[in-house]
Each structure stands twice: as structure tokens, then as C-alpha cells.
């Protein structure tokens, strides 16, 4: 999971798994982002979830939203080795027109 | 459509040096930010401006940091005399609006050696 002052975290699995990254977060906040960066790249909008949603779909990936816990997820199912990626949630906090980010999940897909 | 474009892409510093960061913003975009993202961490933001006004810059050290956007297009961010804790990359993004979607450029690595 991440958040917190951890540094980067690291997932390798295998290519045609499914894999879950969780986000706990701190701030309130009714819409959770999740971006992907790309090495050498800045972090690109993937998919975006709001409160009255609780669980929203984009092709492969899944996003779910908890605010009473104050957690999302992202899942993507069966992994392809495009999807090597690391991938950041962030939220709204402290107005809607600022984001921040948490630590990051490294994913490694592996062939 | 031409997204967010920066420069250099690249700068190799020793302590003490000045340098200067250009961002471009996606045509009609009001809002601009600048992020620095240390390296194996998530970006942070450091500034931000809608317009040509700066909105909240709390987190920008002042003392050594700098950030202009005067015509509410470009935007120059510029480290007066860096330090080694100053090596991340360097993002800029933008939106319209300060809406959903907020757009990054490839942003520029900085190393203080």
C-alpha cells in the first residue's frame, strides 16, 4: 500500500496475472486519481474515481474507492508487459485544483 | 494538440550554480503547476499559478527557489544556488480550470553534484 513517508514500493508478477495496488490516504477527499509514469516520462491520468462511485472500470483496470476508510485500489487484469509502469494515487487534497501524490508502486511485468 | 513541453531536459549542476527551468503549457490551459519528484518518490507540488497569479506557493523553498508565469502562458522556474538535496526531476503540468485532468510534461532531471 501506498502513502506514508515509505519510499517507492516494488511488484513484479507474471505476464496474464492479475494484480491489485492499494492507496490509503490521508486527506479527505471525494475523487481519487491514479496516474501512471512511464520511465522518462511524466505521470499520465489513467483513471479517476469519485465518491458516489465506489468502483469504476477501464478496460483492464478497476478502481475502487472506500472514503470511510480512506482507501482506493487500482487492479488490472491480466497483465501485459506494457503495464510495466509506476503507479501513483493521488488525491484532491487541500482544493480541487491541487493533487497529491503517494509514493508510488513500481510494477514489473514480467514476460 | 501539442501537450506540455520542457526544457532542457537535462542539467548537471554543482553546488552553488544557478539554473533556470521553461515550461509551456497545452494552448488554453489558465492553470500551471510545478512538481519536483525526488527520485523513487511521487511528485510534490512546489507552486502553482492560474493565470499569471500565483496561487499557492507554501511549499516553494524562497530562499533559493523561484517561479514567474508573467504573460499567464510560459512559466520559468529558476534555482538561485542549488544544492545537492535539490537533485529530482523537475514536472510541469497543467489544466483548465484547475479541472480533473491535470496534464504533465516529461519534465527536466536535475543532478547537484
Known amino acids: 500500500s501506498q502513502w506514508g513517508e515509505e519510499n517507492l514500493q516494488a511488484l513484479s508478477i507474471q505476464e496474464g496475472e492479475d494484480v491489485t495496488m492499494n492507496c490509503s490516504y490521508k486527506?479527505?477527499?471525494?475523487?481519487v486519481h491514479w496516474y501512471r509514469q512511464d520511465s522518462g516520462r511524466g505521470p499520465a491520468l489513467i483513471i479517476l474515481?469519485?465518491?458516489?462511485?465506489r468502483e469504476k472500470r477501464s478496460g483492464r483496470l478497476r478502481a475502487t474507492l472506500d472514503t470511510s476508510s480512506q482507501s482506493s485500489s487500482l487492479s488490472i487484469t491480466a497483465a501485459q508487459c506494457e503495464d510495466t509502469a509506476v503507479y501513483f494515487c493521488?488525491?484532491?487534497?487541500?482544493?480541487?485544483?491541487?493533487?497529491?501524490f503517494g509514493k508510488g508502486t513500481q510494477l514489473i511485468i514480467q514476460p | 494538440e501539442a501537450g506540455v513541453t520542457q526544457s532542457p531536459r537535462y542539467a548537471v549542476l554543482q553546488e552553488g550554480q544557478a539554473v533556470s527551468f521553461w515550461c509551456d503549457p497545452i494552448?488554453?490551459?489558465?492553470?500551471l503547476y510545478w512538481y519536483q519528484q525526488p527520485r523513487d518518490q511521487g511528485p510534490q507540488l512546489l507552486v502553482y499559478?492560474?493565470?499569471?497569479?500565483?496561487?499557492?506557493n507554501s511549499q516553494l523553498p524562497s530562499d533559493r527557489f523561484s517561479a514567474v508565469r508573467p504573460k499567464g502562458t510560459n512559466s520559468t522556474l529558476k534555482i538561485q544556488s542549488a544544492k545537492q538535496g535539490d537533485t529530482a526531476t523537475y514536472l510541469c503540468?497543467?489544466?483548465f480550470g484547475g479541472g480533473t485532468e491535470v496534464f504533465f510534461g516529461k519534465g527536466t532531471r536535475l543532478t547537484v553534484v
Open positions: 493521488a488525491t484532491e487534497g487541500g482544493g480541487a485544483d491541487r493533487l497529491t
Open positions: 474515481i469519485r465518491s458516489n462511485e
Open positions: 503540468a497543467s489544466s
Open positions: 499559478f492560474r493565470d499569471e497569479a500565483v496561487i499557492d
Open positions: 486527506t479527505y477527499t471525494t475523487v
Open positions: 494552448s488554453g490551459h489558465d492553470t
